[in-house]
């Protein structure tokens, strides 16, 4: 009890009690805070604990011996001009001297000539772009079943709609699965399937993959069946997914005046090496390299 409180006057008494109340709230808001700016602190690890390591990924475009780049200075035109990657993967620059840029994309050396520049005194905050303009490293070779197969030249976001079309578009005997061929980190080949009927069928996925100098593309031969007999058009023709023994002969022309679907046979050959040939339904399905006879109807 506070000494002459009782003999205070009423609006002392309200005054004291207000002082009271707002210092009361002060003092929570100010407490709330500090558990506020707690919680959005980051973590500290703890001692002798190091956070896990996260390997950056590979640039996409790597510079090597024989390109050729554009480099500008900004606000520094006598520094400006073109050089060529060296066959020790460097390229010589005015005051820099030579920078080692193999392996790097066109952005990380501007980062490192920058940092060059400035660790030199020789400018005070540079700013460097430069510009890949010839590549000889940034060549995928195109294969297979394409009307020029060759070596194209690709960038970061390259597609591979993008590269077969360099390569004169596929043939119309290709396959709707074609594979990416990459060398991992020892050198051993990988092999990664691109179904390109993601362009076309909005079930399939989109392919997303992304090239690199040195990766190969083989576009394989589609698999075949052979179809002969009463049917309009017999001949070796594509095999789609599913395709059934009805499906074959609506792919043939249809049936002749003298056919029938109810008389077909399937010649097949099986792991072992032997041929097999039975009645097939028209709900069967035909595989790759099979021989279909149309035979005749009886009546």
């Known amino acids: 009890m506070i000494k002459g409180l009782d003999s205070m006057p009423a609006v002392g008494k309200m005054r004291l ?3 009271w109340t707002v210092l009361l709230c002060a003092a929570t808001c100010w407490v709330s805070s500090l558990h506020a700016l707690a919680a959005a602190a980051p973590p500290v690890a703890a001692a002798g604990v190091q956070s896990p390591k996260i390997d950056a990924a590979p640039p996409s475009v790597q510079l090597g011996p024989g390109d050729t780049v554009a480099i500008k200075v900004f ?3 006598d520094m400006d001009g073109t050089v060529s990657v060296a066959d020790d993967g460097t390229i010589h620059l005015p005051l820099v001297g030579s920078v080692q840029v193999a392996g790097l994309s066109p952005d990380q050396v501007s980062r490192k000539v920058e940092k060059a520049l400035k660790d030199g005194s020789f400018l005070v905050n540079p700013h ?3 510009t890949l303009t010839q590549s000889v490293n940034q060549l995928v070779a195109v294969l297979g079943e394409v009307k020029a197969p060759g070596r194209y030249q690709v960038s970061s976001n390259t597609s591979i709609f993008q590269l077969l079309a360099q390569a004169g578009g596929v043939t119309a005997n290709s396959a709707d699965v074609i594979y990416l061929i990459r060398s991992d980190g020892d050198g051993k080949p990988t092999r990664t399937p691109i179904n390109l009927k993601g362009y076309t069928d909005p079930t399939s996925q989109l ?4 090239f690199k100098g040195g990766d190969s593309v083989f ?3 589609a698999d075949l069946f052979y179809i002969y007999g009463e049917v309009t058009q017999p001949n070796e023709y594509r095999l789609e997914d599913g395709m059934s023994v009805v499906q074959a002969i609506a792919r043939a022309g249809g049936l002749t005046p003298r056919g029938s679907d109810r008389r077909v046979d399937i010649k097949r050959k099986s792991a072992d090496g032997s041929v097999l040939t039975f009645r097939a339904k028209q709900s069967d399905l035909v595989q790759a390299n099979d021989v279909v ?3 005749e109807s009886i009546f």
């Open 75 to 77: 606000g520094q035109p």
């Open 293 to 295: 006879h149309v035979k």
């Open 207 to 210: 392919p997303t993959q992304k």
């Open 17 to 19: 009690n207000w002082f």
């Open 219 to 221: 576009v394989p031969h």
């Open 128 to 130: 460097v772009t430069l």
